[in-house]
């Protein structure tokens, strides 16, 4: 017997097995639109750099690996494993390398569009600015060969030279290449100063050419004030970058009604949302972020069935699940899809609806929500 928790007009999804509908799940195309770069390292890489750095005698690998394998971690915690994870990958070659792993290891599993964000950071020892980690990200992207990345917008891009996902870069050898259209968010971390979130916003605007599209603000909630970060996401607005917000991932109701007067073209999170600020939220339609496994892992849900993804998705509100942190949290944005199939009862063709349906809230241009749209259509034909 299935559950259908979301009421009898939706159809209950087929008799397959979990293993086919997890099949299902990772050959159905997605779109990622909620992922940090450093919270989507993959555990091989994240133990290969401790280990690199144990042998400098720079940290003690014993004590960090025993860290890096725990696996059940409170927000606080995933906030102090985050602080480790930084002072393990936060160099340049590092982050570059990061950066392309994570960027195959979406389009291995079919996210045709991902939207990458990170904290760009500075570290004076390694001769690291902001600009040159954004820099060693861009690098990343450039040395992904297993499958075509786009990351360059077309208006930006020579008219003379075929674009990444042309026709002719379709095929390679006879094979058909995966592709997938990359862009970055700058992420401001709670725990910076009103000059450091601008820096950031400047730096976004300086590397608009390279796909940078907008502005996230993340990190620790219960760290900082909304209105240390307010100049810096206004000016970032009024420059035409879009902006995401962590919204409501602790209890905060000042902070929450703020957040909502701003009008983030995103959310992610709404955890601790009290009636007031769903009304709010649904009268302005923002999108929500939703990540099922974070939630759950960071205790931010009482129970999977208790997510608000249900009174969200029955509402038709716009929405879009995501994977926040694969690596930290031992996820994929195929796993996503398949819990939400099994908890919630979604059957195949309203997860590829959903699926599908993120195209609205991509902070993209036109061009490319119309070539998804094909990529999309064309699936629709193979999947049935
Ligand atoms: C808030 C989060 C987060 O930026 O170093 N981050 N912020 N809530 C979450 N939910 C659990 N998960 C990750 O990636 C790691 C950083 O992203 C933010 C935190 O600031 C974390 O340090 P980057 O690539």
Known sequence: AFRTKLGPKYTPKSLLTQ???????????????????NGSIRDFTLLDLARALGDKGVIDFSQVEHVILKNDRSL???????????????????????????????????VVYLELRTTPKKNDSLGMSKRSYVEAVLEGLRAVSSVDVAFIPYSE???????????????????????????????IDRRETTEAAMETVML???????????????????????????????????QGLYVTLHCGEVSNS??????????PERIGHACFFE????????????????????????????????????????????????????GVFSTSL??????????????QKEMFELSKNAIKFIFADNVVKEDLRKTFDSAAKNLD
């Open 19 to 37: 293993v086919g509908e997890m099949e299902w799940c990772v050959s159905m195309p997605k779109i990622e639109l909620h992922a940090h770069l």
């Open 76 to 110: 606080s915690e995933v906030f102090k494993l985050f602080d480790l994870i930084h002072i393990v990958t936060t160099d340049h070659s590092s982050i570059t390398r990061i950066t392309k792993e994570v960027v195959e290891d979406f389009a291995s599993e079919n």
């Open 157 to 187: 891009e020579p008219i003379n030279l075929s674009s990444p996902l042309s026709d002719e870069s379709d095929k390679c050898n006879g094979n058909t290449r995966k592709k997938i259209f990359v862009r970055l968010l700058l992420s």
């Open 204 to 238: 976004a605007l300086e590397m608009r050419h390279f796909g940078v599209v907008g502005i996230d603000l993340s990190g620790n909630p219960a760290v900082g004030e909304w209105i240390t970060y307010l100049p810096a996401l206004k000016f970032a607005r009024d």
């Open 254 to 263: 000042k902070e929450i009604h703020n957040m909502l007067d701003f009008l």
């Open 275 to 326: 009636e007031e600020h769903w009304r709010r939220l649904k009268s302005c339609n923002i999108p929500v972020e939703i990540c099922l496994t974070s939630n759950i892992r960071t205790l931010s849900v009482p129970t999977i069935d208790a997510h608000h993804f249900v009174d969200l998705y029955n509402a038709k509100h716009p929405l879009v699940l995501c994977t926040d942190d694969s």
């Open 334 to 347: 195929s796993n996503e899809y398949n819990i939400a199939a099994s908890t919630f009862g979604l059957g």
